[in-house]
């Protein structure tokens, strides 16, 4: 069974005091918890990695980058490679976020290469996904999906099995507008349809996240969705009450 993975991007946000008072509120709210069935996974700016590995103690919480590069070393100004986020505690790193492939202009291929290098390097590369508004509206939606997806398929091969996705449509992000939940489920339901022409195993296997104005009051609503394997959360993860909310979100055995 897939465990539900619910993880914070906090994007560029956070600074040496914020970062300690988080850490002190989630050690509260997160002390003795015990999971089987989710994993809770922070995604802070690569720089404060060592320090949030420092303060987390017995915290229950796995670490991730925002963004890795395709390359393992050399003349690459500004690029963090796989083994430093390793080295740093991270076991995920997310690619393909769309603020990168709109704002860095990231296509397909670089963003599948990013994976299959996060992959080489141990990590497990969480690979966003998700239309815009106007890919939606003019019935372009799956698509689009559907190619974000071949290109990774294609590069990685039977390796697929190993990453997350996370579709995050565009138009949801940091805006409000929640996908409803069915909207959400629909769109995974189809994610999955594509991994499945991998294969059964991979259909299986591979977790698929939603992203996109998540909060507490919609986190269980999200959960409960059969193909809605976990939570990629960005603005509610910089507020400790409402993180904490949606990580102890009660679950249904599926
Ligand atoms: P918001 O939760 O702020 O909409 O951001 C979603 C996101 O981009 C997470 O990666």
Redesign the pocket.
């Known amino acids: 069974m897939r465990k539900k993975l619910i993880v914070a ?1 906090w994007k560029l946000n956070g600074n040496w005091a914020f970062n300690e008072v988080m850490m002190s509120e989630l050690s509260l709210g997160l002390k003795e918890v015990q999971w089987h069935d989710r994993e809770i996974i922070l995604c802070p700016p690569a720089i404060y990695l060592q320090q949030l590995n420092g303060l987390m103690s017995d915290l229950p919480i796995l670490f991730g980058g925002q963004d890795v590069s395709e390359q393992f070393f050399g003349a690459y100004t500004g690029e963090i490679s796989g083994q430093m986020l390793k080295e740093f505690g991270c076991r995920y790193t997310l690619v393909g ?1 769309s603020e990168r492939r709109v704002r860095h202009q990231e296509k397909n291929e670089l963003v599948a290469l990013k994976a299959k290098t996060a992959l080489a390097s141990g990590l497990i590369p969480i690979i966003c996904v998700g239309e815009t508004l106007d890919e939606r509206d003019s019935g372009k939606m799956n698509a689009v999906i559907q190619q974000q997806i071949q290109s990774v398929i294609d590069c990685l091969k039977s390796d697929i099995i190993d990453v997350v996705f996370a579709y ?1 449509p565009i138009w ?3 805006t409000g507008l929640t996908a409803k939940v069915d909207q959400a489920q629909e769109a995974h339901e189809f994610i999955r349809g594509v991994l499945k022409n991998y294969g059964e195993l991979c259909a299986e296997k591979v977790s698929i996240l939603y ?4 909060k507490a009051d919609n986190a269980q609503d999200l959960l409960e969705m059969p193909d809605i394997d976990g939570l ?5 993860s910089l507020i400790s009450a409402e993180f904490l909310a949606i990580c102890l979100s009660r679950l249904n055995s599926k």
């Open positions: 991007n976020h995050e949801a992000i940091g992203g996109g104005s998540v990629l959360v960005g603005g509610s």
